[in-house]
């Protein structure tokens, strides 16, 4: 099987594969750049699990030339033998596509790297968007122009933080997501509802809090009618760093909190470990007491019920320390 080298051209040929019921012992891999996309079967394929497409994704992404065939003979059993052969990591085969997510995540976050600093020691990114010594209102205004990076040309807009200059708590969270692209505005979607109802649990009012977002426009893929968060490449976490730092410049909080992995990796550093030491206060350039939890939309993630309340306890923990701060 001839295929493009991408996780879309092999997604297309397993599930042709699939529907003639091939064994992956009686398929060869190969890769040609120009070969076009194979045309899959009609609805009523197959079933996966949705973690198995999560991993292999990232398995995608490595650089082993053996990783279709693993992808394809993992795929295979879950269809034929059993939907919980992702439940068991000793699995030969399963442990070989768990090596080649790591791997793949590796690489990428590695060119990713190499891309960001490029990027920076070309003077690219946002910066030369950002105006010196503005008010809140003027970078606000000057956002709308930014072309820092890529995502503005799919964005609908950029969305800047929301609140007062004044303000002792800031909240920073990842990008925006399809309901704050759509209305401009960060935290107005679903995770946005968490975030405000933990807040109000805690006795924080949204109101004089200030929120934002590392990065200012939306990165998603397109899956049929739906568009689905993509998190955002280092080098536009990088190129949208100016508009973070001078947000932040201006307001100096009391308390800053950055909501998951992503706005954490900003304001700690790209080793800070969130699950590791999310509540726990640390000195920034920023602010005095500055720290980390989940973002909101961890918790709607979660895997069933007992999970979302377990999650959700974190956030609002967490939270509350920010309160007690402030």
């Not at 042709?16 to 045309?39: G, I, M, N, Q, Y």
């Not at 040309?153 to 309901?179: C, H, K, N, W, Y």
């Not at 700690?268 to 699950?275: C, Q």
């Not at 030491?277 to 989940?294: K, M, P």
Request: glycine share 8%.
């Amino acid at each position: 099987m001839t295929i493009a080298p991408s996780f879309e051209a092999w997604q297309a040929a397993a599930r042709v594969l699939l529907h003639d019921a091939v064994p992956p012992d009686e398929v060869r891999w190969r890769e040609a750049p120009e070969t076009p996309v194979a045309e899959a079967p009609g609805r009523g394929g197959a079933r996966v699990p949705r973690a198995f497409l999560d991993i292999a994704r990232q398995a995608a992404t490595a650089s082993d030339p053996d990783r279709w065939a693993a992808l394809y003979s993992v795929l295979f059993r879950l269809v034929h033998e059993s939907r919980e052969l992702l439940a068991h990591p000793r699995d030969p085969g399963v442990r070989k596509l768990n090596a080649l997510a790591a791997q793949g995540r590796r690489e990428t976050a590695r060119a990713e790297a190499r891309e960001a600093e490029a990027m920076t020691a070309a003077g690219g990114g946002a910066a030369p968007f950002v105006p010196a010594g503005a008010s809140l209102e003027t970078l606000r205004a000057a956002s709308a122009g930014c072309r820092g990076c890529e995502l503005f040309r799919r964005a609908t807009q950029t969305v800047f933080g929301r609140g007062r200059a004044e303000a002792r708590i800031v909240l920073v969270g990842e990008q925006p997501g399809d309901q704050e692209d759509l209305k401009g505005a960060p935290f107005v979607g679903p995770a946005g509802e968490v975030l405000d109802r933990a807040l109000a649990e805690v006795g924080i009012d949204r109101k004089l809090v200030y929120v934002t977002n590392a990065v200012k426009h939306f990165s998603f893929v397109e899956r049929g009618k739906r568009r689905i968060h993509q998190t955002p490449r280092a080098s536009e976490i990088a190129a949208c760093r100016p508009w973070l730092e001078a947000e932040l410049e201006i307001i100096k909080p009391e308390v800053l909190g950055a909501l998951g992995a992503t706005a954490a990796r900003v304001i700690f550093g790209p080793s800070f470990r969130l699950l590791r030491q999310h509540g726990q206060f640390i000195e920034t350039r920023w602010a005095r007491r500055s720290v980390a939890t989940l973002h909101p939309s961890a918790v709607l993630r979660g895997q069933d019920d007992d999970d979302k309340a377990r999650l959700y306890a974190m956030l609002r923990d967490d939270l509350k320390l920010i309160a007690r701060a402030a």
